[in-house]
Antibody
Framework: EVQLVQSGAEVKKPGESLKISCKGSGYSFTSYWIGWVRQMPGKGLEWMGIIYPGDSDTRYSPSFQGQVTISADKSISTAYLQWSSLKASDTAMYYC???????????WGQGTMVTVSS | DIVMTQSPDSLAVSLGERATINCKSSQSVLYSSNNKNYLAWYQQKPGQPPKLLIYWASTRESGVPDRFSGSGSGTDFTLTISSLQAEDVAVYYCQQYYSTPLTTFGPGTKVDIK
């Protein structure tokens, strides 16, 4: 079964760092772009960026460039999204997603809720 | 960047009636080399990740009921639910992937029962 399994919910304080994960299985992890999508509470979907695990080619939305880092470890079929200094405004659900049959996202992770509060 | 807009923001439709959602891109998402529109539609229910419904503007994902259909080309697209069911209450998003691997989503349209 093709699936993306994300790490669990996180509660952090402003200024702290964080790295969340997304593990792919059931397909060739290195052959497909994996994207990250933010959804703030009660709001829509925002594409953050994407990585090709085969060569770590990474692209960012201008809105998120410099705010987060996307990486991948192909040896364990896992993609990451990390922050060096969280802000309250980073509170959101974060999804990873991959497109296996088209460049649309046909497989989604279950989401990781990140809460940043003092 | 390609900007996606959707209309309406929300709509309420009686059970069994038709629901129509519009999506517009700021530039054409039709690739002339393969004559495909790089446009997808997603359904998101509360507490769930988005689910792909339609890709290439009009191709239904496997398992998606045939009451869902997509149409349009170039910059203007429509998602139609031909006979609204209670389980269709959700937010619907369009997405362009013409600039793949870069992509953008529309702001979403909330569908409720009248």
């Amino acid at each position: 079964e093709v699936q993306l399994v994300q790490s669990g919910a996180e509660v952090k304080k402003p200024g702290e760092s964080l790295k969340i994960s997304c593990k792919g299985s059931g397909y060739s992890f290195t052959s497909y772009w994996i994207g990250w999508v933010r959804q703030m509470p009660g709001k829509g979907l925002e594409w953050m960026g994407i990585i090709y695990p085969g060569d770590s080619d990474t692209r960012y939305s201008p809105s998120f460039q410099g705010q987060v880092t996307i990486s991948a470890d192909k040896s364990i079929s896992t993609a990451y999204l990390q922050w060096s200094s969280l802000k309250a405004s980073d509170t959101a659900m974060y999804y990873c997603a991959v497109g296996l049959r088209t460049d649309a996202f046909d497989i989604w992770g279950q989401g990781t809720m990140v809460t940043v509060s003092s | 960047d390609i900007v996606m807009t959707q209309s309406p923001d929300s709509l309420a439709v009686s059970l069994g009636e038709r629901a129509t959602i519009n999506c517009k891109s700021s530039q054409s998402v039709l690739y002339s080399s393969n004559n495909k529109n790089y446009l997808a539609w997603y359904q998101q229910k509360p507490g769930q990740p988005p689910k792909l419904l339609i890709y290439w503007a009009s191709t239904r994902e496997s398992g998606v009921p045939d009451r869902f259909s997509g149409s349009g080309s170039g910059t203007d697209f429509t998602l139609t639910i031909s006979s609204l069911q209670a389980e269709d209450v959700a937010v619907y998003y369009c997405q362009q992937y013409y600039s793949t691997p870069l992509t953008t989503f529309g702001p979403g349209t909330k569908v409720d029962i009248k």
